[in-house]
């Protein structure tokens, strides 16, 4: 879907007036303070993100970094403190109960890791599928059909426990593709799955994304990851801090470039181990060169005595 001169003209007009423009997802300035027992847990801090229809996103990051916090946000289960969240041009921090019922039901659909948590074990897989179809008043004729686009039609008349891991979260997909959902979400979907195994599930996930449009995001600790997927999105302490984007190169070869992402008003996070291994802390020296900046360790000052 190549968009036409005007419609190009009107999102560059659009995008001078607010971060992200009208992109299918996104996240400005956001923030998310937990309190528990008095103590408070900043868990997003001033998170940017945009995503832009039928891309398929990866969001990788340290136990802690704030991966979930994000995910939930985005699936209408939880609320930021602060900042802006957008989905589809829906407003997630001010909608109406009623309308986070709809968009829960059928704008978003999510994958949790745990595979008991997505499916209903006395059911058996096109059952599954049909319930949320059924849930909000739609005939379940698609079921069969998503299970074998996602490479497990043989597994339609299965319940849940006489299935792998792997063929659990592929059925998990197709129920949470089950009423045409925009947008997917998937929390560390391979966490409990072997390599091989992990591959078909980021394979039915990558089916959803080209064969369905459907917007996808997928968290997961898995480094090797950002070979499955076009754009990777790194966050460090609550923000996003790096991205590794993949191209062809001239020669049809795959590039994959790791950028550190720079936000609005020009902070950028440098590489823990780049920081390690020039010593550099609490300030760096910026010199401006004709093609890039240089950052050196701050130099030594001079003592008094
Ligand atoms: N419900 C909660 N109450 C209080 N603190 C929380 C809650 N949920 C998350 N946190 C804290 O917020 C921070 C971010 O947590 P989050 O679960 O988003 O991390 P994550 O990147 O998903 O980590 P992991 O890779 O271990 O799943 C952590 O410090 C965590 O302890
Ligand atoms: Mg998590």
Not at 169 to 191: C, F, H, K, Y
């Amino acid at each position: 879907m190549n968009p036409t001169l005007s419609e190009l003209e009107a999102r560059a007009t659009r995008k001078s007036t607010a971060f992200g423009g009208d992109a299918h997802i996104v996240c400005d300035n956001l923030v998310r303070i937990y309190k528990t027992e008095g103590v408070e847990v900043v868990a997003l801090q001033g998170l940017d993100l945009v995503i832009d229809e039928g891309e398929l996103v990866a969001i990788v990051g340290a136990s802690g970094s704030g991966k979930s916090t994000l995910l939930n946000v985005l699936s209408g289960l939880d609320v930021p403190t602060a900042g802006v969240a957008k989905v589809a041009g829906m407003d997630l921090l001010s909608m109406s109960a009623r309308d986070r019922l709809h968009y829960r039901r059928s704008v978003v659909g999510f994958i949790w890791q745990q595979t008991a948590r997505n499916l209903l074990p006395y059911l058996t897989s096109r059952e599954n599928v049909e319930l949320p179809m059924k849930l909000a008043g739609r005939r379940g004729g698609r079921a069969t059909e998503l299970l074998e686009l996602l490479g497990v039609g043989y597994c339609a008349d299965r319940r849940i426990p006489e299935m792998s891991g792997g063929e659990q979260q592929r059925v998990a997909i197709a129920v949470a593709l089950a009423n045409s959902p925009q947008l997917i979400l998937a929390d560390e979907p391979t966490g409990e799955l072997d390599s091989e195994t992990s591959e078909q599930v980021f394979d039915a996930l990558r089916k959803a994304n080209r064969e369905l449009g459907v917007t996808v995001v997928v968290v997961t600790h898995d480094p090797l990851v950002s070979e499955q997927v076009d754009r990777t999105v790194g966050i460090r302490d609550g923000r996003t801090s790096s991205e590794t984007l993949r191209r062809e190169g001239a020669e049809g070869q795959i590039v994959a470039e790791e950028y550190a992402v720079l936000d609005r008003v020009g902070r950028l996070q440098l590489p823990r181990d780049f920081m390690n291994a020039l010593d550099m802390e609490r300030r760096v020296r910026l010199e401006l060169e004709s093609d890039h900046i240089g950052v050196w360790p701050a130099r030594e000052e001079p003592s008094d005595d």
